[in-house]
C-alpha cells in the first residue's frame, strides 16, 4: 500500500485551505458498501456527509436509486442529481412542510418520503398536503436507542402508527430506525447492544403483520452499525460517511475498512517562535466540536502537538520544526468529515496525485431553489 497516496504532484495552483476528494478511493468505498449490503437495491444511502451531486451520481451507476438526506436543500440536489426516491430523515415543522409539497410538485417522478413521530405532525402534514390534493408518504420514526427523535419504544407505538392510516392525505410505508449511539470498537458488542434495541421493532413489525397492515419498508442504522443490520432479513441499510470516511470512524470502527477518501489541504503561515507552525486551519476549514486534539490528523507530520486555534489560525508545537518552511503543504484527515466538508464550497477532485475536477458542495446551502 503506497503511504504517500494523499500528495499532489503540483500544488501551486490549489489555495488552502482546501477540500480535496480522492475519486478512486470514493469508488473504492461505494464497492464496499454494496459489497456490506449485498446489493444495490437494498441500499438508502445518506447524502448529508457530502451534499455533491456528482457523489450521488456515482452512485447512480452503480445502481444505487433511492437515498436519505437531512435537508430540504439536500433532498432537491439527490432529486436533480436523478434518484428515484428521497427520504428526508426528519420530521419536518414550519414552512419545511410547505417546501416539501413543493418538492413533490416539482420533480413528479420522484417518490419523496419524511418521518412522523406524534400526531402533531401528522396532522400538520395532513393540513398542507390536502390544501395542493397531495398525498404525503411518511415513515415512522422509531427512537429504539438514540434518543434524539423519534416514538419511543412503548406501548402506543403500534396504535400510533396504526392510527396514521386514518389520514386521507397520508401514506405510511414503514419505519426509521436510527441507532447510530452504538460505536463500540468491537463488532460483537457494537452488534450486540444493536440486537438488543431492534427488539422492539421486531415486536412492532409483528403487530404490522398481524394486524394485515401492508407490509413496511424498514431503514435501520448509519455507517456505524450497517455490517450489523446487514445481518437482518427485510432491512434496508442507511450509511453515508463511509463514502468519504473520516478518522473517527478508521479509528472507532476496524472491522469496516473503508479508505479516507476526503482531506483537508492546508499549508505553513508562520512560524512564530521555535518549535510552533501555525497553519491556516482555522474554526472556519475543519469541523471544531470536539476537543482540539481530535478535530484533524495529519499524515505527512510526525511527533506534533495541538496548542491552539482560532478562527484562521491552528497552531502546532512540532518536533521537526527547522524542517519545515513558510508555505510547506499538510495533508489531514478530519476527525468529524461530515461538518468540515459543510465549511467548503467546493471539493478539488484528485485522481493520481493530480487535480483532476472541483466538484461544487451544493447542498450545503438552506435553500437552492425550494
Known sequence: MDNNWFLLKDTTQIDSPALLL?????ASNINLMLQIAGSAERLIPHVKT???TELVRMQLMQGITRFKCA?????????????STVIIAHQLVGPKIERLAQLVQTFPKVEFISLVDCAESASALQVVFSSHRLTAKVLVDVNNAMDRSGHPVNDELFPFYQSLF???????????????SFRDADFAARKAKSDQA???V???LQQISAAGLPEP?????????????????????????CLVWDWGYGEGLPDQPFQWAGLVFTRVISKPKPGYLTVDLGHKAIAAENPIDKRVKFLNLDQYSFVSQSEEHLVLEVADWDKWKVGDALYGVPYHICPTINLYEEAMVIQNGEWVD?????????KISI
Do not use: C
Request: hydrophobic share 40%; glycine share 10%; aromatic share 10%.
Open 22 to 26: 480522492y475519486k478512486d478511493r470514493v
Open 50 to 52: 457530502y451534499k455533491m
Open 71 to 83: 435537508t430540504i436543500a439536500e433532498a432537491e440536489m439527490t432529486a436533480r442529481a436523478g434518484a
Open 166 to 180: 386514518r389520514y386521507p392525505y397520508l401514506k405510511v410505508l414503514g419505519l426509521h430506525v436510527y441507532d447510530g
Open 198 to 200: 431492534f427488539q422492539g
Open 202 to 204: 421486531s415486536v412492532l
Open 217 to 241: 419498508l424498514v431503514i435501520a442504522g448509519g455507517s456505524p452499525a450497517q455490517n450489523v443490520h446487514a445481518l437482518r432479513d427485510g432491512v434496508h441499510l442507511s450509511p453515508g460517511t
Open 358 to 366: 472541483t466538484w461544487q458542495v451544493v447542498a450545503r446551502k438552506r
